[in-house]
């Protein structure tokens, strides 16, 4: 059974940091493109960002580019997001996304989201 679970949100004033954690289970992780996604009631999803399958390839944002990084660690089945120098408007649940780019057919996955909100 495939299961992707986030953790790391929590409340945190503007300017701070904090760092989201995505554990998979049930994929073999190193075959999927791991992307982050934030949401806030009654607005469109969000791309926040994605990494490759090895972690060498990184992409943001314009919102978040310079301030959040995107790591994974495929041995541990994790991908992070630090989010560095926060802003009310970063304020969301963000989700993490997995997606199979190699073979077929193309597969999708998605955790339960995690909250960040950013307020003093």
């Known amino acids: 059974q495939v299961q992707l679970v986030e953790s790391g949100g929590g409340l945190v004033q503007p300017g701070g940091s904090l760092r989201l954690s995505c554990v998979a289970s049930?994929?073999?992780?190193?075959?999927?493109?791991m992307t982050w996604y934030r949401q806030v009631p009654g607005k469109e999803r969000e791309l926040v960002g994605d990494?490759?399958?090895?972690?060498?390839?990184?992409d943001y944002a314009d919102s978040v580019k310079g301030r959040f990084t995107i790591s994974r660690d495929n041995a541990k089945n994790t991908v992070y997001l630090q989010m560095n120098s926060l802003k009310a408007e970063d304020t969301a649940m963000y989700y993490c996304?997995?997606?199979?780019?190699?073979?077929?057919?193309?597969?999708?996955?998605w955790g339960q989201g995690t909250q960040v909100t950013v307020s003093s």
């Open positions: 996304n997995a997606v199979r780019v190699l073979g077929a057919p193309r597969v999708e996955y």
């Open positions: 049930g994929l073999s992780f190193s075959m999927y493109k």
């Open positions: 990494i490759s399958m090895g972690g060498g390839i990184t």
